[in-house]
């Protein structure tokens, strides 16, 4: 059976596990959604009406399960909003009666964010938060007995535990440190990047570095806020909409955008020679214009597609167009666009 038709006969069964539900015909609705789920393990709303069921037959472990599924499958969906929200709090409902309370917390929290102003996700967070695992403080190693100087090291993360999710507008970062004092941390927010520096109960202070950023933020409009068992860290997203795929670049993202600033200057291209043109073409003086600043911080903080189409616009136009599209400039050559009144002359004649 071909993937299609077993999204429609899985649909079918939904359909029919729907009535069965209204008619209070409960085992039966579980059966039917159970095949629905076995012909499209990959539809959220199968698992949530199967956790609903579930819950009614008394089966809660099955039902708390089924419902984080269903909130895996729909989150960073805008079209299923509603029913991700839905998924988190039947979740952090169920399992805070199943006593597993950090992961009713996490639910909760996720939940919160989405909608603020719901009463029984915030009476229930406020009963569940207290009860969480505590997260145990960066313990300092030992001195070393030994005279010797060790050779100095990169220094490292220190380890706490942390989580992100996001919407549309936001990246919102948790860190799991508990009872820090509303003046005993700080968080600074840069283009690509934030950090944490958080002074422990044992006069330590710990710094933690999320460095680069999958995408660049507006740290302008980038908030935190110090809470009982953990500091929750709101990143404004400079492209509403656009999915995060991880917090940090991976390495491999990372390597490429170092080959990329390699073949800029491989190929020569100095973004001072875009200023001169743009300042020739609009006969402005270089104080009233400032295009080289612009172009510099364009780049600077441009995603790698960006930069690719900065690059590859400007070197194959002979520096006549500048583009940041990558996909218009990715469906073939850039031809030269010569100023008017004049004609492009090829460089060997």
């Known amino acids: 059976m071909s993937k299609s038709s077993q999204k429609s006969a899985a649909n079918v069964l939904s359909q029919q596990a729907n009535e069965a539900y209204f008619d209070d015909e409960f085992e039966q609705a579980e059966s039917l959604y159970t095949q629905a789920i076995a012909a499209d393990s990959t539809t ?41 929200f839905k998924a988190l709090f039947l979740h952090g409902k169920w399992a805070a009666e199943l006593k597993n309370y950090d992961d009713a917390a996490e639910s909760l929290r996720k939940a919160a964010v989405i909608n603020p102003s719901h009463e029984e996700v915030k009476s229930l967070l406020e009963t569940v938060e207290p009860l969480t695992t505590p997260v145990p403080e960066p313990v300092a190693a030992p001195e070393s007995e030994t005279s010797a100087v060790p ?9 706490v535990r942390h989580e992100w ?45 999320f460095d680069p950023l999958m995408h660049s933020i507006i740290p302008s409009e980038s908030t ?31 390597k ?55 690059l590859k616009s400007y070197t194959e136009s002979n520096g006549t167009a500048l583009s940041t599209d990558w996909k218009s400039v990715s469906k073939g050559k850039v031809e030269t666009v010569p100023p008017n009144d004049t004609y492009a002359k090829p460089y060997n004649s």
């Open 44 to 84: 959220g709303e199968y698992y949530l009406k199967r956790a609903q069921v579930r819950h009614k037959l008394g089966n809660l472990e099955s039902a708390a399960s089924d419902a984080h599924k269903a909130a895996d499958l729909s989150a960073n969906k805008s079209d299923l909003l509603r029913q991700y």
């Open 256 to 310: 490429n955008n170092r080959k990329l600033t390699l073949a800029n200057s491989r190929k020569g291209v100095s973004w001072d020679s875009i200023a001169a043109y743009a300042e020739k073409e609009t006969k402005l003086k270089p104080s009233e214009q400032g295009i080289n600043e612009l172009f510099q911080n364009i780049y600077k903080d441009a995603d790698p597609e960006t930069r690719r189409a900065m």
């Open 165 to 209: 999710y996001q919407n549309d507008d936001y990246v919102i970062l948790e860190v799991f440190i508990k009872r820090v004092q509303k003046d005993a941390a700080l968080v600074e927010f840069a283009d690509k990047s934030v950090s944490l520096s958080v002074k422990m109960a044992t006069g330590s202070e710990n710094n933690y570095e």
């Open 151 to 159: 050779e100095p090291a990169v220094p490292a993360r220190p380890k």
């Open 224 to 254: 935190y806020e110090i809470l009982s068992t953990k500091i929750e860290i709101r990143m404004k997203k400079s492209s509403p909409g656009q999915k995060w795929d991880h917090l940090e670049e991976t390495e491999a993202q990372q």
